[in-house]
């Protein structure tokens, strides 16, 4: 089964400072979707971003997909305690009208105050 | 709207037993899905429906049953309930993804199942 493979499994930053997390894939897409877990809670949206786009935005997010690469990145800009969080991509295979996404294990992403 | 709501939020069962995880959704959404998550792994789909009276396996099915019986509910078997099983359970519920659309699964809390 595919599966997206995030990078770093692990991210220790201060307050203010930019986190970025990257995510690899194996086959063609449909989209590339990005969720942010925290402790003890189910996941959460963040941002979608589909095959023929590159870039997009949202608030202090910000997304790059690389199709020829298979890759995708996510920035948080000047980070906050509060983006403490696991953060998953997860990915929908082309073609797919199914909706079936497939997780990587996560980023697991610390700000200190 | 509530979004989607699982029950119970834990669970401890014996080798054996069975029991039925609840998920619903006041969205109207067409899809449902249902995750496991275990330490250090992603999300693993269990199985996942595309509407009502339609589902079909995800990655790890073995052991699990669902149906789909309306658009609201989407409710998760255990049929026999072994230690590999003790996980965190996710119920998920989305649109079908259109141009333009903002996409994205709904997730509820999750339920923590143990199985001694």
């Known amino acids: 089964s595919q599966q997206g493979e995030e990078d770093p499994q692990a991210l220790s930053i201060q307050e203010g400072e930019n986190a970025t997390m990257n995510c690899s894939y194996k086959t063609s897409i449909n989209n590339l979707q990005w969720y942010r877990q925290n402790s003890g809670r189910g996941l959460v949206h963040l941002i979608l971003i589909r095959s023929n786009e590159r870039e997009k935005h949202s608030g202090r997010l910000r997304v790059t997909l690389d199709t020829s690469k298979k890759s995708s990145s996510l920035l948080i800009t000047a980070s906050r305690a509060a983006d403490t969080a696991s953060y998953f991509c997860a990915t929908e295979d082309r073609g797919s009208t199914l909706g079936r996404l497939y997780f990587g294990r996560g980023t697991q992403l610390t700000v200190w105050p | 709207n509530a979004g989607v709501t699982q029950t119970p939020k834990f669970q401890v069962l014996k080798t054996g037993q069975s029991m039925t995880l609840q998920c619903a959704q006041d969205m109207n959404h067409e899809y449902m899905s249902w995750y496991r998550q275990d330490p250090g792994m992603g999300l693993r789909l269990i199985h996942y429906s595309v509407g009502a009276g339609i589902t079909d396996q995800g990655e790890v099915p073995n052991g699990y049953n669902v149906s789909r019986s309306t658009t609201e509910d989407f409710p998760l078997r255990l049929l026999s309930a072994a230690p590999s099983q003790t996980s965190v359970y996710f119920c998920?519920?989305?649109?079908?993804?259109?141009?333009?659309?903002?996409?994205?699964?709904?997730f509820g809390p999750g339920t923590r199942l143990t199985v001694l």
């Open positions: 998920a519920s989305s649109y079908r993804v259109v141009a333009g659309g903002p996409g994205g699964q709904f």
